[in-house]
């Protein structure tokens, strides 16, 4: 996946991206709202499939209070962690 493809599936541009950075870079926050959650992202015209897979009790246990601390369903924890090893493997 190239990091365009990956910037259009977030719903964003490489300009925009390199924007965002160049002002947290210099200090500058004031392009961004802290004062509302964002609960996922949205997925824009990307139909959802149901995946399943096994993995031990204890990461099961793991994911559900790091989503809970997150204030995320389970489902946007796995595909967040997703999505963070995609764009890491890109």
């Given at each position: 996946m190239s990091d365009r493809e990956i910037s259009k599936a977030f719903g964003t541009t490489l300009e925009k991206i390199?924007?965002?950075?160049?002002?947290?870079?210099?200090?500058?926050?004031s392009a961004f709202d802290f004062n509302r959650a964002i609960l996922g992202r949205p997925m824009v015209d990307d139909k959802m499939e149901s995946i399943s897979l096994k993995i031990p009790h204890s990461r099961v246990v793991a994911i559900e209070k790091?989503?809970?601390?997150?204030?995320?369903?389970?489902?946007?924890?796995?595909?967040?962690?997703?999505?963070?090893?995609?764009?890491?493997s890109a």
């Open positions: 390199e924007s965002d950075v160049a002002a947290v870079e210099s200090g500058d926050l790091a989503a809970k601390e997150q204030g995320v369903t389970r489902s946007e924890f796995m595909r967040r962690a997703i999505d963070r090893e995609l764009v890491a």
